[in-house]
């Protein structure tokens, strides 16, 4: 009969083994050690765990070593692009910096949704005071951004407000990285400047969340640049830009060659990649855009002007940007040597499938006659601003909503950084700041430097600084919001909650309450022409604002709305804003939309129980929002 261990014995036997166990693991060689402490299922915790233990444990967990690499590694992949294979690195420290770095960004990132939240959006909101603190790190940028990107890239269902917030920081920070890069392209002498690297920056600063690079940019142009040689290899076998390698720098002397490679070069990007103007939405921004430019295969003069000539300049043809009024141009010299005399020039024009055209003829283009001024060569510098302009000038059509105020500041930035004493365009962003009810400090300094600049605005820029001081001293008393409470008697009328994912009856919409008012509380004005009257109840009944899945947001009059049948998400850019999760049949508000309607969760999860109780919810992704966000774009109440 077997002797029963007990409880002593058995924890005596297991230290035994323990020991040697211990033992044989410290008796093995350094390098496989250093193997096994790289095992996928142990994490940094474990690693300090076991440096711990015993010297000799320690030393091979060593900051320089493996073990402490691989860790590094495992936990942060996209940062190993900013290290070099043959560097050595202390992996321990790096580590500790980059995990130290993102408890500060997280923690700012949290902070942000209590400190700037406001029921009713407002538009091209800039969280200046965030931006600052995550500056003042002084932690290395790719450390931050990854932290972001990391966050960003989290379950896209939960953690919403956080969401909302990194993408509104790491956009801030990539735009504030471009905006230092294009100081650094101006400071160069003019011919270092390349056309297509500015018009990258201007891309890469209006569009920071993308993925636009100079090299991916090249590396799209290179291969037209390969198609229009081996169409000019068809045409001439000889041709001496056929031996020209990537990246050299040449310039054909004969005008024959270069005749060829113009010819060549139409058939490829006109006949071949049916590159064309874009005539039927002519202001839409992605005309301006290079990589949308090279990817739709459509734009306006001015970025097809730019393809064109870093294409034709790669094979040896050197052609000038020319700022012709209301339709950019390029010009070819058949000179052999420079002129000034515009008649020694061909002028393409790239918006008309490389048309060549005659000094004067160009003026049919516009229909008037200009002076010899407007047929000069412009610098890079002048062909940004130029550029820039036109982006400018469709921010100023815009809607007055989030994405026109947005690209008009993005375009406002860009012009001063190019002409920063420029006291029009310095105004308009000190006003669209004030309008907009953002950065006053920042509007501040905007207004000094336009005094500085020209006294003679004194009258303006008077007007606004006693306004934005107004503006700096409400913000240090701020008005507590109203909360609104369902048990009220006088909100006993308010049938839905905030989180319900509803359907507009007439208008056939999907969205998401946000918030309620127990009565209509727009302008007369806006009931007229929006027809309230001519609903059942008129104003007198609850109104809704929703977020409407086409970026739309909406004003919605209670006898309108009914529940989704099938649930689903509300593909809406300020979704975070409100919301921090989406939980199959309804939003899940955060804490600041919670505390303005305290009793409303309760409502939202009675109400889901009701109407869902072993329905299967669509978790399908709903399409991403086409239509432009509007504060109150309130079409059918």
Known sequence: MATPYTGDRVLGTNA????????????????????????????????????????????????????????????????????????????????????????????TVESISKRFFTEVPCVGQVLGDSFAEIESLGAPEHFCEDELLGILNSDKRKCLTLKYYAKKILYFLRQQNILRNLKVFLERPPEQQSAIEGAVLVDQYCNPLADVTLESISAQIEEITDKVKKYLRLKNATHPSLRASQGDCFVLENLEFQRQVICALNAVLYDQLQYKGNERDYYNPLNSYIHQVLLRRTGIPISLSVLYMTLARKLGVPLEPVNFP?????????????????????????????KQLAAKECENLIRHQVGADYYSAISTSELLLRMVGNLLNIGKRGEGNEKSYQLLRDSLDLYLTINPDNVQYLLLQARLYFHLGIWPEKVLDILQHIQALDPSQHGAVGYLVQHTLEHIQHKRHPVEPEVKRRSVPEHRDVQYSVGLIMKHKRSGYNCVIYGWD?????????????????????????????????????????????????????????????FTEFSDTHYIANEELQARYPEDMCKTHRTVEELYHGLTPNSGQSPEPTANFQEHDLLDP
């Open 518 to 578: 127990p009565k209509c509380t727009m302008s007369q004005e806006w009931i007229n022409t929006m027809r309230v009257h001519q609903l059942s109840k008129g104003a007198d009944q609850p109104f809704y604002n929703v977020l409407v899945q086409d970026g739309t947001c909406r004003y919605a009059a209670q006898e309108n709305l009914e529940p989704h049948s099938a649930p689903l998400e509300i593909a809406h850019p300020e979704v975070g804003r409100y």
């Open 16 to 107: 035994v083994i323990a020991e040697i166990f211990a033992k044989q693991l410290t008796d093995l060689p350094a390098e496989l050690l250093e193997h096994i402490l790289c095992f996928p299922v142990l994490n940094h915790i474990d690693i300090c765990n076991v440096s711990c233990t015993c010297k000799r444990l320690h030393d091979v967990c060593h900051g320089r070593g493996k073990v402490w690499a691989h860790q590094y590694k495992l936990r942060w992949p996209r940062l190993q692009r900013f290290y070099q294979q043959n560097e050595s690195y202390d992996w321990l420290k790096e580590f500790k910096t980059r995990h130290m770095v993102g408890q500060q960004i997280r923690r």
């Open 326 to 354: 209301n339709h950019f141009l390029l010009r070819w010299c058949q000179n052999q040597r420079r002129s000034d005399d515009i008649y020694d020039y061909v002028y393409i024009d790239t918006f008309g499938k490389g």
